[in-house]
T-cell receptor
Framework: EADIYQTPRYLVIGTGKKITLECSQT?????MYWYQQDPGMELHLIHY???????EKGDLSSESTVSRIRTEHFPLTLESARPSHTSQYLC??????????????FGSGTQLSVL | GNSVTQMEGPVTLSEEAFLTINCTYT??????LFWYVQYPGEGLQLLLK?????DKGSNKGFEATYRKETTSFHLEKGSVQVSDSAVYFC???????????FGTGTRLLVSP
């Protein structure tokens, strides 16, 4: 059912590398989100976007950055990865306000390990 | 601010047992309430929702009733299956539907 895709599924990299996690959706949703999920399963919102050229920081401070140049694409970038960035990263999208209660569609996630 | 509190897991049950996962919330106004489920190796998916007081959301045998007087949205299922093993997240949306606030998740383990 979900048409939201994340790549890569798993990524193991060394400290100091620059990485980009990809997220794409084909549903035409305006709103997109990045969540960081720690090993204890808790979800932390780190970035969100209301549409093209809109990006906002979430509830948890993150050294990552995002961009929204196209509706369907919401990549997350880490300029210099560190072991503390090791986590599961989940991308999600939803329809615009006014469409009813918020239903998020999630990708399968990227498991990032920084050595 | 808005927040969601879930019971800690893991919850371990035998197949066909009755399930309750507690969820309470703190919110201003009248939020919508949700249960999301995360199966191993996957992202979250919406399980059920309720948009106003006394609404009952249901799906796949799971139910939850929006109780404003107790600010609760407990998840129940009469007879769990091994395939229900997953992590369950309670969530609420603020009035502007700008974003969801998730609970910490409760892992359910069902054994044959």
């Amino acid at each position: 059912e979900a048409d939201i895709y994340q790549t890569p599924r798993y990524l193991v990299i060394g400290t100091g590398k620059k990485i980009t996690l990809e997220c794409s959706q084909t549903m035409g949703h305006d709103k997109m989100y990045w969540y960081q999920q720690d090993p204890g399963m808790e979800l932390h919102l780190i970035h969100y976007s209301y549409g093209v050229n809109s990006t906002e920081k979430g509830d948890l401070s993150s050294e990552s950055t995002v961009s929204r140049i196209r509706t369907e694409h919401f990549p997350l970038t880490l300029e210099s990865a560190r072991p503390s960035h090791t986590s599961q990263y989940l991308c999600a999208s939803s329809e615009s306000p006014g469409q009813g209660p918020e239903k998020l569609f999630f990708g399968s996630g990227t498991q990032l390990s920084v050595l | 601010g808005n927040s969601v509190t879930q019971m800690e897991g893991p919850v371990t049950l035998s197949e066909e047992a009755f399930l309750t996962i507690n969820c309470t919330y703190t919110a201003t106004g009248y939020p919508s309430l949700f249960w999301y489920v995360q199966y191993p190796g996957e992202g979250l998916q919406l399980l059920l929702k309720a948009t106003k007081a006394d609404d009952k959301g249901s799906n796949k045998g799971f139910e939850a009733t929006y109780r404003k007087e107790t600010t609760s949205f407990h998840l129940e299922k009469g007879s769990v299956q091994v395939s229900d093993s997953a992590v369950y997240f309670c969530a609420l949306s603020d009035q502007g539907f700008q974003k969801l606030v998730f609970g910490t998740g409760t892992r359910l383990l069902v054994s044959p």
